[in-house]
């Protein structure tokens, strides 16, 4: 069969179009996998920074009521993280927030297209009702982090400095919250996604028949060539694939779970009962050295 049509000229033709989808579609996908990752490091640096600043901004008061209000905080700020990972990485949560109508605030299974009976529809609903329900709710928890930060004139003496700012950080972590539920919420459009693999795959799926009409006397070397260029094309493709939802449970996803860890490690030092804002060390920690204290 002569697949190489007019000589290799129009078959040349559509390689260069197999090559541009290709390169084009992993370039756009690798970039969103990036984009991911700056909304995600944008999350932990705020909350993070947060959890600094309220510590710095009221370690001139150790005293037991500005211990529980750095508690109250921490506690409500570790609430909001986890509520937003599993609202970004979870899929029974992307089903939900998919399939819940605005208004209602009930499920619209019949305009999103899946069913009641659909395994991941049922630990989803499971999973969102109740009191565990309410603590997936991302906007409530940032609400109980603002509340939070406004009371702190009831538990800190002169109240936390600069608190326009712990609220400025707030909204950061809800706002990367918010760019990040897109990967999930609106992925890349299928048409092109569907046409450039069903492309890609067909073009290696003639690939054996074009090269060997070319050259019919050298099989073994026909052969190589066609293991190669089909090894690259599909690598390509499947990394394509691998890397389109950043925000999974892949092996090669980011790891937001170990992310989170880390951070709740952090606010744990920087806002805990054994923190040096607790223990009034922060400010004058500073200035010491280990032989003493420095002149300033």
Not at 17 to 36: D, G, P, Q
Not at 213 to 226: A, E, H, M, S, Y
């Amino acid at each position: 069969v002569d697949l190489t049509f007019a000589g290799g000229i129009g078959y040349g033709y559509i390689s260069v179009l197999i090559s541009f989808f290709t390169i084009a579609s992993l370039n756009s996908t690798y970039a969103r996998f990036w984009e991911a990752r700056g909304h995600l490091g944008t999350a932990m640096t705020e909350s993070n920074m947060l959890a600094a600043r309220a510590a710095l901004y009221t370690a001139h008061d150790d005293s037991d009521k500005a211990d529980a209000w750095r508690a109250t905080l921490k506690n409500n700020l570790i609430r909001l993280l986890n509520a937003a990972l599993f609202m970004i990485q979870d899929d029974r949560a992307c089903v939900l927030f998919n399939a819940t109508d605005a208004r209602t605030g009930k499920l619209d299974l019949k305009k999103q297209d899946v069913r009641a009976s659909d395994p991941l529809v049922k630990t989803a609903s499971s999973a969102l009702e109740g009191e565990e329900g309410k603590e997936k709710d991302v906007m409530a928890r940032a609400m109980d982090v603002d509340a939070t930060i406004l009371t702190s004139e009831d538990h800190v003496e002169d109240g936390c400095k600069n608190a326009g700012e712990l609220h400025g950080r707030t909204a950061a972590i809800v706002g990367a919250y918010f760019n990040l539920i897109k990967f999930s919420t609106t992925p890349r459009p299928f048409v092109i996604t569907q046409m450039g693999r069903t492309l890609v795959f067909l073009w290696v799926f003639t690939l054996a028949g074009a090269i060997l009409n070319g050259n019919p006397t050298d099989i073994v070397q026909g052969c190589f060539l066609v293991f190669i260029v089909t090894y690259g094309f599909i690598g390509l493709t499947l990394v394509d694939v691998e890397l389109a939802d950043p925000l999974g449970n892949d092996d090669n996803d980011l790891e937001t779970q170990r992310y989170l860890e880390i951070i709740k490690v952090d606010i744990e030092k920087l806002l805990g009962k054994d923190s040096l804002s607790s223990e009034g060390k922060l400010l004058t920690n500073a200035y010491h050295v280990s032989s003493g204290y420095g002149s300033v």
